[in-house]
C-alpha cells in the first residue's frame, strides 16, 4: 500500500512538474529553430542568437536591465540588512509595527505601488528615466530583503555586538567581524530575492521609466508587430541568468549551512 501511494504521488509531482515546464522547455527549444516559425520545427540553427546579438535596441534594453537589476540589489541589501539588525535592537512594539508596515508594499498589488512610485516622482519634479527606474526597484526590493534576513538576525544572541564592543570593537566593526558571518546566509538568499525582483519586473519599471528608461520588460511591451523569432532567444537567456542566479544561492547557503 506505501508503495502505491509513494507511485501515486510520484506522478502526481512529475505531472505537476510537466505542467509548469513545459512551457518553458519549448521556448528554449524553438530559440534553437532555424524556421522563423514559433510553432514549427525547421532544424537546429543560432541565427536568432546571432540576429539578437546584433539587435541595438536589445542590447541596450538587456544592459540596462542588469545595471538596474546590480545596482539595486547592492543598494537594497545593504539598506535591508542594517535596517533589520536595527530593527532587532528596538523593542518589541515597534519592532511588530515595523515588520508589518514593511509587509504591506509587499502585498499590496504590484500596481497601486507602481503607480504610488508615479505620482511620489511627479510630485518631486523628478524626471522619468534609469534614474527614477533605479530608486522604484531599490524601494520595492528593500522590504523583500528585511523580511528575509530579519528572522536570521533575530535569532542571534542580543549580546554578540556588546561583546565584541568590549573587546575593542567599533559598532561598525563589531557588525561587520561578530554579525555578517551569522547571516551570511541570509544576506544571500535575499540578495538572490531583490536581483530576480528587479530583473524581471515590468509594471512597476512601466510607470516610472518616463518615455527615455527601457529595460528588457518594457521593450517586450512594446513589440508592435509580433513577437519575432529573437525574442525566445532573449527569453531563453534570461532563463539562464535566473537559473545561475538561483543555483549560485543555493549553491552558497548549502555551503554555510554545513559550515554551521
Known amino acids: 500500500m506505501k508503495k502505491h501511494n509513494n507511485l501515486l504521488s510520484g506522478i502526481f509531482i512529475l505531472l505537476v512538474l510537466l505542467f509548469v515546464y513545459a512551457p518553458i522547455f519549448s521556448l528554449v527549444l524553438f530559440s534553437f529553430n532555424a524556421n522563423r516559425s514559433l510553432t514549427t520545427w525547421g532544424g537546429f540553427s543560432f541565427e536568432w542568437y546571432g540576429e539578437l ?3 541595438r535596441e536589445i542590447m541596450n534594453a538587456v544592459v540596462w536591465t542588469f545595471i538596474i537589476a546590480i545596482l539595486a540589489t547592492i ?17 518589541k512594539l ?20 507602481a503607480i504610488g512610485l508615479l505620482l511620489l516622482f511627479q510630485s518631486l519634479k523628478l524626471q522619468g ?9 531599490i524601494a520595492f526590493c528593500t522590504p523583500y530583503v528585511i523580511i528575509t534576513v530579519y528572522p536570521k ?9 556588546e561583546a565584541a564592543q ?15 558571518p551569522q547571516i551570511k546566509v541570509a544576506i544571500f538568499a535575499a540578495a ?5 525582483m528587479s530583473f524581471d519586473d515590468f509594471v512597476i519599471s512601466y510607470f516610472t521609466a518616463g518615455s ?11 513589440l508592435k508587430r509580433g513577437i519575432p523569432p529573437t525574442i525566445n532567444a532573449l527569453s531563453t537567456i534570461m532563463i539562464l541568468v535566473v537559473t545561475i542566479v538561483v543555483t549560485l544561492n543555493f549553491i552558497l547557503t548549502r555551503k554555510q549551512y554545513k559550515e554551521v
Open 53 to 55: 546579438f546584433r539587435s
Open 192 to 196: 538572490a530575492i531583490a536581483f530576480t
Open 153 to 161: 538576525v533575530k535569532s542571534l544572541d542580543p549580546s554578540l555586538i
Open 94 to 113: 515597534f519592532r511588530n509595527v515595523v515588520i508589518n508596515l514593511n509587509n504591506i508594499p509587499i502585498v499590496n498589488p504590484e500596481i497601486v505601488t
Open 166 to 180: 568590549d573587546l575593542g570593537a567599533t559598532p561598525m566593526r563589531a557588525i561587520y567581524y561578530a554579525v555578517f
Open 212 to 222: 527615455t528608461g527601457t529595460n528588457i520588460s518594457i521593450y517586450l511591451y512594446t
Open 75 to 91: 543598494v537594497s541589501v545593504i539598506v535591508g540588512t542594517f535596517a533589520a539588525i536595527g530593527l532587532s535592537k528596538n523593542k
Open 129 to 137: 528615466g534609469y534614474g527614477t527606474m533605479l530608486l522604484a526597484h
